[in-house]
């Protein structure tokens, strides 16, 4: 084998190396927010864990431009891009508002993996909003991942009592919102750092003029630590990290599949930490949703390859 071959595989390995190494501490970054959640929310509202979280995302992918020197390029945007960066802003917020009234009301591994079925309605609005056509055989393993959620929810009952119908409402609902900012933020002419960052920072100022008016602005000292640590584990840190993750890779798919351990790693924490019993309906209900997933995005793939 040519010296000069052996130079390129060798990067390549190097490249796929970090890949994986920004992937996982996506993915370990992730697996505990749901955690941070339900012990930030035992202290802060969820309009207050909006504003910290935002603020300290904002914060901390200012500092990211500035040292990249790509500040001044907020200078230059134009009105269309100013607009499409608050449009997404308003509806983060609104969506992490929902998604925090459904953690306050359920347990967290209730809330979590249904949450996690985002991607599933994400498929069905694309063939709305973006006219992606959806084949009967994603359909169907759609509806077998979605009954996961069924699972899940009609198994808690035996341990958690009766689950909350304002939740589990919410909870369904933050996956319609997801969604909708996904499909909004795909037709956002923004770059994706620049929009991120406008995008955090009009969730706080949305978040503190709703705490102004509520007179909810006064914020409890040792509530501020969990807030922080969701700005910065579940908003800003993974997203860098993912991104590059993406640029490393010499497969994407390699690197997307990780994100399913997520919330079998967040059992573990949720155990760990808030002492949830994990019930049993929680972990196949959970397993039918990847798996159905999973299946959904090879039939995707394969129509796509046809």
Same mark, same amino acid.
């Given at each position: 084998?040519?010296?000069?071959?052996?130079? &390129?595989?060798?990067? &390549?390995?190097?490249?796929? *190396?970090?890949?994986?190494?920004?992937? =996982?501490?996506?993915?370990?970054?992730?697996? *505990?927010?749901?955690?941070?959640?339900?012990?930030?929310?035992? $202290?802060?509202?969820?309009?207050?864990?909006?504003? #910290?979280?935002m603020a300290t995302a904002a914060l901390f992918l200012l500092g990211v431009m500035a040292v990249t020197g790509r500040l001044r390029s907020l200078r230059s945007l134009n009105r269309r891009q100013w607009g499409s960066g608050v449009l997404l802003g308003l509806m983060l917020c609104v969506y992490y508002t929902v998604l925090f009234v459904a953690y306050a009301h359920l347990p967290a591994q209730i809330a979590q993996p249904?949450?996690?079925?985002?991607?599933?309605?994400?498929?069905?609005?694309?063939?709305?909003?973006?006219?992606?056509?959806?084949s009967v055989r994603e359909f169907a393993?759609?509806?077998?991942?979605?009954?996961?959620? #069924?699972?899940?929810?009609?198994?808690?009952?035996?341990?958690?009592?009766?689950?909350? +119908?304002? +939740?589990? $409402?919410?909870?369904?609902?933050s996956t319609v919102l997801y969604a909708l900012y996904w499909i909004a933020s795909a037709k956002s002419p923004l770059e994706p750092l620049t929009g991120l960052t406008i995008c955090f920072a009009v969730s706080c100022l949305a978040a503190g003029l709703v705490l102004l008016v509520q007179g909810e602005m006064r914020l409890p000292l040792k509530g501020l630590p969990g807030g922080i640590?969701?700005?910065?584990?579940?908003?800003?840190?993974?997203?860098?990290?993912?991104?590059?993750?993406?640029?490393?890779?010499?497969?994407?798919s390699r690197i997307t599949t990780l994100s399913f351990l997520v919330p079998f790693l967040a059992l573990f924490w949720v155990?760990?930490?808030?002492?949830?019993?994990?019930?049993? *309906?929680?972990?196949? =209900?959970?397993? #039918?949703?990847?798996?159905? *997933?999973?299946?959904?995005?090879?039939?995707?793939?394969?129509?796509?390859?046809?």
């Open positions: 084998m040519p010296a000069l071959h052996k130079r &390129q595989i060798s990067r &390549q390995l190097s490249r796929q *190396t970090r890949a994986f190494g920004y992937a =996982g501490l996506t993915v370990l970054a992730w697996s *505990t927010v749901s955690t941070a959640f339900k012990v930030s929310l035992a $202290v802060l509202t969820p309009m207050q864990l909006i504003f #910290v979280s249904v949450n996690y079925t985002w991607g599933l309605i994400l498929s069905l609005l694309s063939c709305v909003f973006l006219r992606q056509r959806l393993w759609m509806l077998v991942a979605y009954s996961g959620v #069924v699972i899940i929810t009609s198994g808690a009952g035996s341990t958690f009592g009766p689950l909350s +119908g304002i +939740g589990l $409402v919410c909870v369904i609902a640590y969701v700005g910065l584990f579940e908003l800003a840190i993974p997203f860098l990290c993912w991104g590059q993750a993406l640029r490393l890779t010499t497969t994407v155990s760990l930490i808030l002492h949830e019993p994990i019930v049993r *309906t929680t972990v196949l =209900g959970l397993a #039918v949703i990847i798996c159905g *997933t999973i299946m959904q995005q090879r039939a995707a793939a394969a129509k796509k390859a046809s």
